[in-house]
């Protein structure tokens, strides 16, 4: 099966068509998982803490469209976001990225979106309202930590209290490789 499936991915390059995998299961991740660039990552069950360090590192951006920050900014705040199962936003690999794509790209730029108080239900997908998307694929040679705080109202399938969920898109045409045993 992973034979055929090298096979054609090597027939669709041969014949000029452009793939670009944004699923992880476009690809099988048991022992391959890949980090695409240019492609909103977002939290299926966040973390329902952390909500005040978060607040404190970041609120003071919610008046901004958006904002160039520090790589170090982004890797203090993906310190206190993420999954709690880890399997869709791996906060820590996500860390590691940035600091590779750093070493390599030292003018990389990391950008942040905050927008806070937003009232959305659980489960409706990315979460990313058509204008931050919008303006997320602007900065398409950036990293973009877009950041929402909902209100976590339990009608909306939260916990009943705020809490924060956070979106990654690396620069388009990078691409990061973990490997597991």
């Known amino acids: 099966m992973i034979n055929g499936s090298l096979y054609s991915l090597r027939v669709y390059g ?3 068509v452009k793939i670009n995998p944004t699923r992880k299961n476009v690809l099988g991740n048991k022992f391959l998982n890949m980090i ?10 966040p973390l329902p803490i952390n909500t005040k360090i978060v607040n404190r590192l970041v609120e003071h951006y919610a008046s901004e ?22 399997t869709d ?11 590779a794509l750093r070493e390599k790209r030292p003018t ?3 950008r942040l979106i905050v927008r806070i108080d937003r009232n959305i239900s659980r489960g409706t997908g990315t979460l990313l309202s058509p204008t ?15 950041l929402y705080r909902v209100l976590g109202d339990v009608e909306k399938g939260w916990y009943g ?5 956070p979106n990654i898109k690396f620069p388009d045409n990078t691409c990061f490789y973990n490997t597991t045993d």
């Not at 695409?36 to 939290?43: E, T």
């Not at 469209?65 to 880890?86: H, Q, R």
């Open 14 to 16: 041969v014949r000029g």
């Open 36 to 45: 695409v660039g240019g492609v909103n990552i977002f939290v299926t069950n």
């Open 65 to 86: 469209e958006s904002v160039e920050v520090p790589a170090e900014e982004l890797l203090e705040v993906l310190k206190y976001v993420g999954d709690i199962d880890n």
């Open 89 to 99: 936003f791996d906060s820590s690999k996500f860390s590691y990225c940035i600091s």
């Open 108 to 110: 990389v730029k990391c």
């Open 132 to 146: 931050d998307r919008k303006l997320g694929d602007k900065f398409n040679n950036d990293i973009v930590l877009t």
């Open 161 to 165: 209290h705020p809490l924060w969920i």
